[in-house]
Nanobody
């Protein structure tokens, strides 16, 4: 069964940076056929879309709350997606999930409904 695996979560002070990594070792040669997304969920809150990237990286979306602070990139040869998070804020504290979609990336990506494969998540905690 295909899955994605997140790593890189940690405890960091406000203003600091982290880079999350998502690997897809079982996607083999067709990883480039999948759009990828990062989502997060804080305790007591609904899941929200953070960033997404199309098959070849030509289209990228960000949630308004992370624009100009977070950067999503992908390396299709390594079957890996990254989320560089700078100037972190306490409100960024959440469990972050990576997900893959084998459909086109649309403006409605944030609800996550199009994403079929999900990881177990990695915890990011930002202290004030």
């Amino acid at each position: 069964q295909r899955q994605v695996v997140e790593s890189g979560g940690d405890l960091v002070q406000a203003g600091g940076s982290l880079r999350l990594t998502c690997t897809a070792p079982q996607f083999d040669f067709d990883f480039a056929n999948y759009c990828m997304g990062w989502f997060r969920q804080a305790p007591g809150k609904e899941r929200e879309g953070v960033a997404s990237i199309s098959f070849l990286g030509g289209t990228i979306f960000y949630a308004d709350s992370v624009k100009d602070r977070f950067t999503i990139t992908r390396d299709n040869e390594l079957r890996t997606v990254y989320l560089q998070m700078d100037n972190l804020k306490p409100e960024d504290t959440a469990k972050y999930y990576c997900a893959a979609s084998n459909g086109p990336l649309t403006s409605g990506w944030e609800d996550g409904a199009d994403f079929k494969y999900w990881g177990q998540g990695t915890q990011v905690t930002v202290s004030s």
